[in-house]
């Protein structure tokens, strides 16, 4: 029963008629991992008793088609787009078809697209036949996409596949997975002589897409060749003796699968190893399958849980019977700590006065440390000038006009910040600045005496804007120069943040 739930159902469905789901017959095997439990055939309409946890089933399409080609995204939407205008160009299909794609950068701007297409009608009859209302069917890829997964868990070098059933006979070059020079043509069934001579022109054409470019590496012959399906008796013939590479990479993919030759039913045991994006399902039926995988183990680890959480509440019944007593006694402990708790509860005028604390502290981290405010000032300034006056407000309050005319003698003013600034703020009365009020922010007068010439005392007040800005903002400046005496007064009004200056 646990196999019959647990095993992965893999289904080769071949090519597709038009007939019933009745009347189709197809190819299974139940695995469990790599080891193979079942083995057998049925028609399609069989499929849903044969139980499993998945189901992947190969298909054969006869427009399949396989190809590389350039974009610029790797969007996959827009990269889907660029797809289809490739393929629609190339005139391969006449009808609706289905398109799935991997992008790959293939430099800083270009990126490599690997296509695999299918006609819309072979997808839609391998679709009718699957029990995907009642299974988990979670992949439906092409026979050579599964082939060329298979090979790939051999080898990652290019490797020449041919591959016959009944009637129709395939070759491609696979590499890492991927299919590339796809070629079929029709055979009698059961013709080992049609066979060979299949294979004669398979090899001549890949060796001549290969000198093109078409195919694996450029210029490089695929040295590797595996026969596969109804090919396996032409291995064996003297005839067709190839080298020890080839045998190795033959056993390498035989031995992947345990109570199967993967070598007669690649397109089978493959399916194992075909990446999600060749799957072509519709999106709601993966994500369907996807459900149904996260369901069952969901159910039985909630059953589970709901099996162990009812035997702990029955033990856990059983031994509270006996703890009535101990309940109790811990109780009155726990109200007995309360009561102690409730005691060392603060007097709530003690709890006031705290607050009260707190506040100040608060106000005082948001004032400015007048002593280190000056002594920054103080270092910062250039020798010779000296501090004549410096008065410190809080911010929105406004400070007292300083008078900006010397005392005696002939003197000039010159605002600094209109003739340093390179786009001077135009004049307004000092009454018409308005300074928002802001916690932590602080209004200064700062009164400074420069000695010397008129062009000296310029120079050190520029040089004064200059070294006080990074953390003082100057809100006006002006420059009085006294003729007379030879000095100069810079009067200033600044603002400091308490952050600065604590």
């Known amino acids: 029963m646990l196999k019959r739930l647990s095993g992965t159902v893999l289904v080769s469905a071949g090519e597709q008629g038009g007939e019933a789901p009745e009347a189709r017959r197809v190819r299974y095997a139940v695995m469990s991992g790599r080891k193979v439990e079942r083995r057998g055939e049925c028609a399609m309409s069989e499929l849903q008793r044969l139980g499993g946890w998945d189901l992947r089933a190969s298909f054969f399409s006869r427009g399949a088609y396989f190809e590389r080609t350039q974009a610029q995204t790797e969007n996959k939407r827009l990269a889907n787009v660029v797809a289809r205008r490739f393929i629609d160009g190339e005139m391969l299909f006449n009808e609706a078809y289905r398109l799935r794609l991997t992008t790959h950068l293939a430099g800083e701007h270009d990126v490599t697209l690997k296509l695999m297409a299918a006609a819309e009608i072979d997808c839609l009859r391998l679709e009718e036949g699957l029990p995907l209302p009642t299974r988990p069917v979670s992949l439906a890829a092409l026979e050579e996409a599964a082939i060329a997964a298979l090979i790939a868990k051999a080898t990652r070098e290019p490797v020449l596949a041919l591959f016959a059933r009944g009637e129709r006979f395939v070759s491609f070059v696979a590499e890492d997975g991927e299919v590339r020079q796809r070629r079929m043509e029709s055979l009698p069934a059961g013709d080992l002589d049609a066979a060979a001579a299949a294979v004669q022109r398979a090899e001549v054409m890949a060796a001549g897409g290969l000198a093109s470019g078409m195919g694996g590496q450029p210029g490089k012959e695929v040295a590797l060749r595996a026969y596969l399906g109804d090919l396996r008796p032409l291995a064996a013939q003297g005839a ?263």
Request: charged residues 30%; hydrophobic residues 40%; glycine residues 6%.
């Open 240 to 502: 067709q003796a190839r080298d020890y590479s080839s045998r190795e990479v033959e056993k390498k993919i035989a031995a992947l699968i345990q109570g199967g030759d993967a070598l007669a039913e690649p397109e089978l045991y493959g399916l194992r190893y075909v990446r999600r994006a060749w799957n072509f399902l519709e999106d709601a039926q993966t994500r369907k399958a996807i459900a149904w995988h996260v369901a069952l183990p969901t159910a039985a680890v909630l059953l589970g849980g709901t099996l162990l959480f009812g035997l702990l509440f029955a033990l856990e019944a059983v031994q509270n019977a006996g703890r009535a007593g101990q309940v109790e006694q811990e109780r009155q402990k726990v109200l007995a700590e309360r009561d102690a708790l409730v005691k060392r509860v603060p007097d709530p005028r003690e709890l006031e006065r705290f607050k009260d604390f707190t506040e100040l502290l608060k106000r005082r981290s948001e004032q400015v440390r007048a002593d280190r405010l000056l002594a920054w000032i103080s270092r910062e300034l250039p020798g010779g000038i000296a501090i004549s006056s410096l008065q410190l407000y809080a911010q929105g309050d406004v400070p007292p006009e300083t008078k900006q005319q010397s005392a005696g003698g002939e003197s000039k003013g010159l605002d600094m910040l209109a003739r340093f600034m390179t786009s001077p703020p135009k004049e307004k009365p000092a009454q018409e600045v308005k300074v928002a009020a802001e916690p932590g922010v602080y209004t200064l007068s700062l009164e400074l005496t420069l000695p010397g010439s008129y062009d000296m005392v310029e120079r050190q007040a520029a040089e004064v804007i200059r070294r006080l800005s990074p953390k003082l903002g100057f809100v006006r400046a002006h420059l009085d120069f006294d003729a007379a005496r030879n000095r100069a007064r810079l009067i200033s009004q600044l603002t400091a943040r308490a952050e600065d200056f604590r």
